[in-house]
Structure formats: C-alpha cells, structure tokens
C-alpha cells in the first residue's frame, strides 16, 4: 500500500469521523431544539386548552353580546316603523277628528248637547218683541238680495261674444246660489233648538264657505253681509223659542201660585165659617147653661157652673180660631216654609226648601208626595213666618250654587245637609227651629227590605234544585 494511499484513507477517515461528529453535535442541537418546540408545542397547547376553557367559559357573554347588537338594531328598525306609524296616527286622527267634527254638525238626536251656557245676542223683554224683530231682520235680507249685494260676482262674463247673455248667466248663477244657500238656512232654522243652536251655526257658516268655494270658478260669492242677517235670524228664532217657554214657565208658575192661594183662601173661608158656627153654637149653650143656673141648686149647681166655664173657654177658643182665620186671609205673606226630603227619590242630601200658605200646610207636603213620585216625603221642618216668601228667598238665594236643577229655578230642590240650613236660619233669619233629623223613609226601607227577601228567597230556592238535581252541574 502505498503512502498517498494510506494519506488518503486517514484523510477519508478524518474526514468522516469529524462529519460524525458534527452530525452528532447536529442531532443533539436538533434535539434540544424538539424537545425546544415540543415544550413550546405543551405551552401553545396549554395556552390553547385555556383559551378554549375560557371561550367555553365566556361563550354565554359573548352570545348575549351578540344577542344585545342584534336586538339593539331591531329595536332601532323598530323605533324606526313605530316613529313613522305615530306621524300616521297623527295625521291620521287629525282626519278623524275633522270628519268626526263634520258628522256631529250633522247629527240631530239629543244624545249630542253642546257644553256650555248659551248667551244671549238680542236679549229682548219679551217674545212680541223677537217677532218684530225677526221681521225687521228678513226684510234686510230682501233689500241685501234686491240691490244685489247678497251675493256678487266680481267678473263681467261674455257669453258668445254677448256681454248680455253673460249677464244672464251670472244673473241666474246668483239666484242659483242664493237659493241654494237660503234652503240651507230656512231649513236648520226651522228645526233650531236648545241642544243644537252652536251646531246650526257652525252648519251655516260651513254651507257658506262650501257654496262660496265652489263659485270661486266663476268668481261669485255670498257677502259676509248676508251670511250675518242669517246667522241673527237664527239666533232671534231660538231665542224667541226660548222666551215662549220662559213665558209660559212664567204663566204656569203664576197659575200655580193662584192656586194655591185660592185654596189657601177657601181654607181660611172653611176655617171662619166653621169657626163662627162654633162660636154660635157654644153662645147658645152658654146662654142655655146660664138661664138654667137659677133653677138647679147643690152638685147639679157646681156641675152646672163647671159647663159653663167650659162653655166660655171652647167659646173663647171659637172666637178665637175665627179671629186668626180672618188675620191669615187678609195677611197675604203669612205662611210655613217647609223642608223635606224624598231619600227613595233622590238620594241623601238632596232636600226641598218651598213654601205654603195652606192653613194645614202638610196637606201641601202629601200633594207632593202622590203618583209624581214613587215614594212619600219626609218632614224636617215646618217653619210659620209672618213673611214667607222673604224666608223662602232667603234660603234659596244661600243655597243657590247648590240647586240640583240649574235651568228652572221653580224646581226647589238643593244638595245640602240639615245641619247647614239650620245654621242659616239661625244665624241669618234669628229663629230658633226644631229640625227633625232622623230621615225615617218608612217605604222606602220596607221595600228594600222586600227586595232583599225576595232575593234570599230566590238564592234559597236555586240552591234547593241543585240539591234536588246535581245531575244538572255535569
């Protein structure tokens, strides 16, 4: 073997022990490097395991997260329609209300009253005076219709190169319009009363607006001129419905006071003659007794003397009635006020403060309490006063604010307690009364009382057919 040989292979050898060594160093290095990302592979996998666990562990917050966006912008497309659908009810109840409006000036039943108290316009003394007025107001509009200023036409037409027939044309437009507006009118005045005068006006003024707008075509128009004398003659025709009723509540409120005092005198007549036949009567006893006294003597003497002193007291009693039936026929302001109450009828508190002239005033109370009324009054007071009627308007003038009826002032019932309307006599007449305060209303009680057996009865005899038929609950 030669030298460069042996060279070689040593070479060789060296050469591949050092590449051993280095692969060695290499797979060490490797190794460690392995075991390196193996340990950051076990750190990354924990690191994984505990972002996971936390995702598990947080999935619920994040879903509700996303359910909160989600819901969120609902919401805002909801906010969104709800916005617009508001602007809609609006507009749309705008609408409603005006159509509403239209249907109620319209309607003629008693179901719809107008709020308020209507004030007069013309305010005239009597209905005499309303007709005269009335007729002054239709002949303003004849001379308004006749001089042509009830309505006009702003525009001279021509009518095939006619000035003429477009005379004709507006001539007879005008009397188109006017009878229009006028039927209107006549119609709504004759059906006006208590519960529609403001929607009649309202109607009026609305055909006039609507007329007018339909004659902006041809530039004719109602005058505000006229529109006024009708809206006066309606007022004038309602008010003097009025007036004829406040005439004749008037009138029949003086007729019952006539009667009353009529009957009231032929009470006091009744009460003197029968006064003045007891007085005659017991005058001729007397006399008897007296020319009798020389012809008895011992007890028939005493019993005779005791008679006679009875006979003069009934005689002075006689007299007397006599005397206050005379006094009370020629005072024509003496009299009771009385105060009731009807609890059946109207309820607590409600109590009627009137007046009589009646010598037995209480016949006054029971003709209050006939078939007008389903049960009878109770008595709380009965008041004699050499002036009556000042009493009366004494107490209703205090409880005026408390009248339950507030357009006829002849209904003299008042919502007030007994202890107040015996404050004010007291107090303001200085007369001292005995109220009865117990409200008996014996009717009334018997028949709640009635009305609650009845219904015990009933109950009991329901509860008798179940028992007798329970079938009948299956």
Same mark, same amino acid.
């Given at each position: ?8 292979? *040593? ?114 003394? %009597? ?49 188109? %319009? ?9 119609? *709504? ?33 109602? %005058?505000?001129?006229? *529109? ?166 004494? *107490? ?79």
């Amino acid at each position: 073997m030669t030298l460069g040989l042996i060279i070689i292979i *040593l070479a060789l050898g060296i050469a591949l022990f050092i590449v051993l060594n280095q692969s060695k160093k290499t797979k060490t290095k490797l190794n460690v490097e392995i075991q390196n990302k193996d340990s950051e592979l076990s750190t990354k996998t924990e690191q994984n395991s505990k972002l996971n666990s936390d995702l598990v562990r947080f999935s619920g917050i994040i879903s509700i997260e996303n359910e909160i966006e989600s819901k969120n912008k609902e919401f805002s497309e909801i906010q969104a329609n709800a916005t617009e659908l508001n602007d809609r009810y609006i507009n749309a109840k705008s609408i409603f209300k005006e159509l509403e409006k239209d249907i109620k000036l319209y309607q003629n039943d008693l179901e719809f009253v107008e709020l308020g108290i209507y004030e007069p316009i013309f305010d005239l003394d %009597t209905s005499e005076k309303y007709k005269e007025r009335i007729t002054q107001i239709v002949a303003r509009q004849k001379q308004l219709i006749k001089g042509g200023n009830a309505c006009v036409c702003n525009t001279e037409w021509v009518v095939g190169n006619s000035r003429k027939q477009g005379e004709i044309m507006t001539r007879r437009y005008i009397n188109l %319009t006017l009878r229009a507006f006028n039927g209107e009118c006549d119609a *709504l005045i004759s059906k006006v009363r208590w519960n529609n005068i403001r929607r009649f006006e309202e109607r009026i003024t609305k055909a006039f607006n609507a007329i007018n707008k339909l004659g902006q075509s041809n530039n004719t128009s109602i %005058t505000d001129k006229y *529109l006024k004398l009708k809206l006066d003659e309606l007022h004038l025709v309602y008010e003097l419905a009025h007036k004829k009723y406040q005439e004749k509540e008037e009138a029949r409120a003086i007729r019952e006071e006539q009667r009353e005092e009529e009957r009231a005198q032929r009470e006091f007549e009744k009460a003197r003659k029968d006064a003045e036949m007891e007085e005659k009567r017991f005058q001729k006893a007397l006399e008897r007794a007296r020319k009798d006294l020389g012809l008895v003597s011992g007890e028939k003497l005493e019993e005779l003397n005791s008679q006679i002193a009875q006979l003069e007291q009934n005689l002075k009693e006689a007299h007397e009635a006599k005397e206050r039936a005379i006094s009370r026929a020629q005072e024509t302001k003496s009299g009771h006020v009385y105060i009731i109450s009807n609890l059946g009828s109207f309820g607590e508190n409600v109590y009627k403060i009137g007046m009589t002239r009646r010598l037995e005033p209480m016949d006054r109370v029971k003709e209050l309490g006939d078939a007008s009324v389903p049960f009878t009054f109770d008595l709380h007071a009965m008041i004699f006063s050499e002036n009556a009627p000042e009493l009366e308007n004494l *107490l209703h003038r205090e409880f005026d604010d408390r009248r339950i009826n507030k357009v006829n002032y002849r209904k003299e019932y008042f919502r007030v307690t007994l202890d107040e309307i015996e404050q004010v006599i007291i107090n303001k007449y200085e007369k001292e009364v005995d109220f009865i305060k117990d409200i008996e209303a014996q009717q009334f009680r018997e028949t709640k009382s009635i009305i609650k057996q009845l219904q015990q009865a009933k109950e009991e005899q329901g509860e008798n057919e179940i028992e007798k038929y329970p079938e009948s609950l299956f």
